[in-house]
């Protein structure tokens, strides 16, 4: 059974920094391509980031380049996102997805799914 869990989401002023995780079980995780997403209440769930198995990155949301970096640790099965420079706007649940194929924008795309980890920024 493949469980993805995120972790690492909280409460934090605008201008500070989080860093996010994802860890896999019961995936073959260094086959996988794995995104970030997040939706905020009343909002449509948007792509940030994803990342293939060897590394190679996308960014989807231009208001996430330059601030967020995606990463990987295969040997950990573990997908991380580093959120720099954070704003009010960037309050939303974020989500580690998986799925065996190329990286896409669309998160219909992907059939593995985290719970999601609360992320909220004060201002």
């Known amino acids: 059974q493949v469980q993805l869990v995120e972790s690492g989401g909280g409460l934090v002023q605008a201008g500070g920094s989080l860093r996010l995780s994802c860890t896999a079980s019961?995936?073959?995780?260094?086959?996988?391509?794995m995104g970030w997403f997040r939706q905020a209440p009343g909002q449509e769930r948007e792509g940030l980031s994803c990342?293939?198995?060897?590394?190679?990155?996308?960014y989807f949301l231009n208001s996430a380049k330059g601030r967020f970096t995606i990463s990987r640790d295969n040997a950990k099965n573990t997908l991380y996102l580093q959120m720099n420079s954070l704003k009010p706007e960037d309050t939303a649940m974020y989500y580690c997805?998986?799925?065996?194929?190329?990286?896409?924008?669309?998160?219909?795309?992907?059939?593995?799914w985290g719970q999601g980890t609360q992320v909220t920024v004060s201002s």
């Open positions: 990342i293939r198995w060897n590394g190679n990155s996308t």
């Open positions: 997805a998986a799925r065996y194929a190329g990286c896409s924008t669309s998160w219909s795309a992907y059939n593995k």
């Open positions: 019961g995936l073959a995780f260094n086959a996988a391509a």
